[in-house]
Nanobody, 123 residues
Framework: QVQLVESGGGLVQPGGSLRLSCAAS????????MGWFRQAPGKEREFVAA????????YYSDSMKGRFTISRDNAKNTVYLQMNSLKPEDTAVYYC????????????????WGQGTQVTVSS
């Protein structure tokens, strides 16, 4: 019922910046929260940030707060993740997801997922 498409990933040097986009389509009126997660090879999927679909509530992982910023453009049905001061440990596949109920922190609470976009931070 909801389709999500991520874009904006790529290769950046440590200390660089990157902005990811997630375009939503379908029954977006049912979405309560949009979240960003990331997963590195051999690691569990990790919460990054979330924003309410309507309203302005935002949530961040403590390790990323201050470097990453989540935002929303309702006119474009798009959620963004601005990433600054990137570190090699930020290298992962980044996913956006649509949330209807439950805790925004847990990936199991999200109902729809994009295919992910690769972010590589390396010198």
């Amino acid at each position: 019922q909801v389709q999500l498409v991520e874009s904006g990933g790529g290769l950046v040097q440590p200390g660089g910046s990157l902005r990811l986009s997630c375009a939503a389509s379908g029954r977006t009126f049912s979405i309560h929260t949009m979240g960003w997660f990331r997963q590195a090879p051999g690691k569990e999927r990790e919460f990054v940030a979330a924003v309410s679909w309507s309203g302005s509530n935002t949530y961040y992982s403590d390790s990323m707060k201050g470097r990453f910023t989540i935002s929303r453009d309702n006119a474009k049905n798009t959620v963004y993740l601005q990433m600054n001061s990137l570190k090699p440990e930020d290298t992962a596949v980044y996913y956006c997801a649509a949330h209807y109920r439950g805790s925004y922190y847990y990936s199991t609470s999200y109902d729809y997922w994009g295919q992910g976009t690769q972010v590589t931070v390396s010198s």
